[in-house]
């Protein structure tokens, strides 16, 4: 069955960087989008950051583009999130999730991970 | 961007209950729209996608609805199991705006 691992997370200073990884099994990774969201503590959902299928698309939200780079290899089915000049406001859970289709638009998330905890602080 | 706003923020209500949520978007998104299931702990679910097609092994209890800019979340008999955070997204542009989310919590 599907199943999407995250790891990497953990307390990190302000300023400084984090990567993330997400172990995918069950599915064909190499046919499917992936996406980053993450979840501050005692808010909602942020959608953080999408790549196509064969890595040749990427899409990030604002308050995160020129600061993380998502990346995949196929080869491993793994999905990443390279984090830098983190910000306290980047603290939260960041789940790993599929895509239901190869692109972004017109395809919604169909399968999560359980999220691996960021901390940022001094 | 699109706005994704859900009402109620938090919503009371007993077992056995009709509950429903809405959700607006800032634009036009066609019905280009999922709900989710948050639970603490858990990973999320997946409910209901283009609006209102009810996701593989979800009760028949759950169903959604809409087009356009306004859409509606219904659980017809509300169970122990669906205490929990609901959210809406949309998926039609490459930004894909969660709602704020609603809690459903026990009476």
């Known amino acids: 069955q599907t199943q999407l691992v995250e790891s990497g997370g953990g307390v990190v200073q302000p300023g400084r960087s984090l990567s993330l990884s997400c172990a995918a099994s069950?599915?064909?990774?190499?046919?499917?989008?992936m996406h980053w969201v993450r979840q501050a503590p005692g808010k909602g959902l942020e959608w953080v950051a999408f790549?196509?299928?064969?890595?040749?698309?990427?899409y990030y939200a604002e308050s995160v583009k020129g600061r993380f780079t998502i990346s995949r290899d196929n080869s491993k089915n793994t999905l990443y999130l390279q984090m830098n000049r983190l910000r306290s406001e980047d603290t939260g859970l960041y789940y790993c999730?599929?895509?239901?289709?190869?692109?972004?638009?017109?395809?919604?998330?169909?399968?999560w991970g359980q999220g691996t905890l960021v901390t940022v602080s001094s | 961007d699109i706005q994704m706003t859900q009402s109620p923020s938090t919503l009371s209500a007993s077992v056995g209950d009709r509950v429903t949520i809405t959700c607006r978007a800032s634009q036009h998104v066609s019905n280009w729209l999922a709900w989710y299931q948050l639970k603490p702990g858990k990973a999320p679910k997946l409910l209901i996608y283009k609006a209102s097609t009810l996701q593989r092994g979800v009760p028949s209890r759950f169903s959604g609805s809409g087009f356009g800019t306004e859409f509606t979340l219904t659980i017809s008999s509300l169970q122990p199991d669906d205490f929990a955070t609901y959210y809406c997204q949309q998926y039609d542009t490459y930004s894909k705006a969660f709602g704020q989310g609603t809690k459903v919590e026990i009476k």
């Open positions: 999730a599929k895509s239901s289709g190869f692109d972004s638009s017109a395809y919604y998330i169909d399968f």
């Open positions: 069950g599915f064909t990774f190499l046919s499917y989008g």
């Open positions: 790549i196509s299928y064969d890595g040749g698309k990427e």
